[in-house]
């Protein structure tokens, strides 16, 4: 669930809580104090309409003409009542059977004139108060007051219950979300620190985890990189051992008079250097193409006149061992540096001539993608390149296994040079390859006019 509708939910869900626990407090208080009221204030009425009685009997002398005084209109409406003497007849109220019979449940307010109780008047739900009510005009009021003051507290009770209940909502939701944020430091926290194996360990569907799994695609992404950097180190150190030693052996054992100072051990030893020296230029090409500081003269290149001069270049030692290098005719033009394209394409080329038997062939073809690339490929029918190999022929310092199963000669930097020389110019270079028949090495430029 993403983070931004897990926290909509949660305001929801607090509110819904503190408005739904307020509401339920408030309701069951609030009805039972309102019968409360209205039973306070029906006593209060009986109250008051027996003081009526009383005063209209005190002038009348007649108990029926103080009841038709008091209620000249008959019957008030919406508040039944009835009238009984002393001897418990019905002088006012409803008549029948049923009705006597329901006026003796109805609470009784005695009559009393002079100390002598001449009556009752009976209501219904004319429950006695709690405490005795205060005389006077203002009795109605002051209970109007009192539920006021009860239902308010009734509502502050709820809001503190809603407000608690709320509160541990919130920290459970709030735990739910910070918790993964929590991870997520600490992981931070590690990699900066240096340890490159720390990992959030965040899954999910929502941004915290979108972003914990990013994380640790850029610690593992890091990790990588730390152990290639070394490898790359150790590789390097390697590749300069050997020429170095074998220069400063040739050195040592002509000074020593071991060798002698002849032409054939000079021109051994130069060839060593000119040797160390092409490492020394591939690694230095390698580390300005990743900070792009790679000088490139980008002009429109003539994919014919570059691929016949690179066919050409390679085709005598092609003859010489055998294999047929056929150049198809290519027109159109390339976004390129030509100097660069050429020195790629002999590396394309070596490699195929090296890895192609007797007999076989390597053809050279170019053409259009579309109206905005265009395409050299470069494919041999040699042994192939097999499919454990194939994923990491471009990696630096990487050698395959030709098919007896030993390590191909040279130092395993002339394609990653070329993927990093065609990528300087925006462009790709990818390679297929089936092991027994062969491989294509394809290279994909922007298209010039």
Known sequence: MRLSLRLVLAFVAVAAVAVGTAALVVGLTTASRFERFASDVRHHEAEHTADRLAAAYERTGDLRKAAREVFPRGQPRGLPLAVVDAEGDLVWGPGGIRSRVAIAAWPATPLVVAGREIGQLHM????????????????????????????????LIGLAIAVGVALVVGVVIAAGITRPLRRL??????????????????????????????????????????AARRNLFADIAHELRTPVTVIEGNLQAMLDGVYDRSDETLQSTLDRAEGLHR????????????????????????????????????????????????????????????????????????????????GGSI???????????????????????????????????????????????????????????????????????????GSTFRIELAAAG
Not at 124 to 133: D, K, R, V
Not at 205 to 223: C, I, P, S, Y
Request: hydrophobic share 45%; aromatic share 2%.
């Open 185 to 226: 430091t600490a992981a931070a926290r590690g990699v900066a620190a240096g340890d490159l194996r720390a990992r959030s360990g965040l899954a999910g569907r929502d941004e915290v985890a979108t972003v914990g799994a990013a994380f640790d695609d850029m610690a593992a992404g890091l990790q990588a990189q730390e």
């Open 363 to 437: 053809s050279v073809r170019s053409g259009r993608q579309d109206d905005a690339t265009c395409w050299i490929e470069v494919t041999d029918t040699g042994e192939g390149i097999p499919a454990d190999d194939l994923p990491h022929i471009f990696d630096r310092f990487y050698r395959g296994s030709d098919a007896s199963g030993r390590k191909t000669r040279g130092s395993g930097l002339g394609l990653a040079i070329a993927r990093a020389l065609i990528e300087a110019m925006d462009g790709q270079l990818t390679a297929t390859s089936t092991p027994g028949e």
């Open 124 to 155: 219904p739900q004319a429950l006695g108060p709690a405490g005795p009510l205060p005389i006077g005009s203002d009795a109605r009021a002051v209970l109007e007051r009192a539920f006021i003051n009860e239902t308010v507290r009734s509502l």
């Open 279 to 358: 490492l020394v230029e591939d690694i230095r090409d390698l580390s300005l193409a990743d900070v792009g500081k790679l000088d490139l003269a980008m002009e429109q290149v003539a994919l014919s006149r570059v691929l016949e001069d690179a066919a050409a270049a390679m085709r005598s030692q092609a003859q010489a061992k055998g294999v047929a290098l056929e150049s198809a005719p290519a027109s159109g033009h390339a976004l390129a540096d030509e100097a660069r394209l050429r020195q790629v394409l002999a590396n394309l080329l070596d490699n195929a001539v090296r890895h192609t038997p007797a």
